[in-house]
């Protein structure tokens, strides 16, 4: 499985933005995927996260009302519409499937394939 992100950009404070993971291989639309943000000087976290067939999802307060995590198994994409964007979701966006099974969604760690991150500016 490969995963491949897309879709950040420059946008104003309320703004809003879709970024796309588009996963390769037959069997992505069977594993849990998340989404992660890194800025500048922070560890990485977690932002929101489905599983295989959309029942379980979950996001970061932060997000909470703001952000909606989807996929569209048939297009093999999982997709994250931010909207009212705040400046302090600037960040490099990542996307990644658990291919293992143990899935704590909220946990980096066990995440084992990742995209390439996709930056979001949001501009004050």
């Known amino acids: 499985v490969q995963l491949q992100a897309s879709g950040g950009g420059l946008v104003q404070a309320g703004g809003s933005l879709r970024l796309s993971c588009a996963g390769s291989?037959?069997?992505?639309?069977?594993?849990?995927v998340g989404w992660f943000r890194q800025s500048p000087g922070k560890e990485r976290e977690f932002v929101a996260a489905s599983n295989w067939k959309s029942s379980q999802i979950y996001y970061t307060e932060f997000v909470q009302g703001r952000f909606t995590i989807s996929r569209d198994n048939a297009k093999n994409t999982v997709y994250l519409q931010m909207n009212s964007l705040k400046p302090e979701d600037t960040a490099v966006y990542y996307c990644a499937a658990d291919t293992i099974g143990f899935w704590r969604y909220s946990t980096a760690a066990e995440y084992d394939v990742w995209g390439q991150g996709t930056l979001v500016t949001v501009s004050s």
């Open positions: 291989g037959r069997t992505f639309s069977s594993y849990p």
